[in-house]
Nanobody, 123 residues
């Protein structure tokens, strides 16, 4: 089992940047593929990015490709998403998730979830 805690959210102007972190605890935390999802008010949770347990494979939603970068530091059991060129439509609660399955873009592929961190992008 793994516990996930997100941090780094906040308020930023359009065009700005934020880096979210997800700290994982548990003996085998580095064995999990990790994903970031987001949910805006009144909308379904949507996939943002994912990274394999080794960091060798990454996968992005088209809406963030070229602007967001996912990475991980297994020595620190932490996954990051660097978000650049933020847009108002990026406003959402961002969640990290973990799975022992191969990385994927569907929420049901992930078994463990954090509580989320709010990102608000003002225009």
């Amino acid at each position: 089992q793994v516990q996930l805690v997100e941090s780094g959210g906040g308020l930023v102007q359009a065009g700005g940047s934020l880096r979210l972190s997800c700290a994982a605890s548990g003996r085998t935390a580095s064995s999990y593929a990790m994903g970031w999802f987001r949910q805006a008010p009144g909308k379904e949770r949507e996939f943002v990015a994912a990274i394999s347990w080794s960091g060798a494979s990454t996968y992005y939603a088209d809406s963030v490709k070229g602007r967001f970068t996912i990475s991980r530091d297994n020595a620190k059991n932490t996954v990051y998403v660097q978000m650049n060129s933020l847009k108002p439509e990026d406003t959402a609660v961002y969640y990290c998730a973990a799975t022992l399955r191969p990385i994927g873009s569907y929420y049901y592929q992930y078994d463990y979830w954090g509580q989320g961190t709010q990102v608000t992008v003002s225009s």
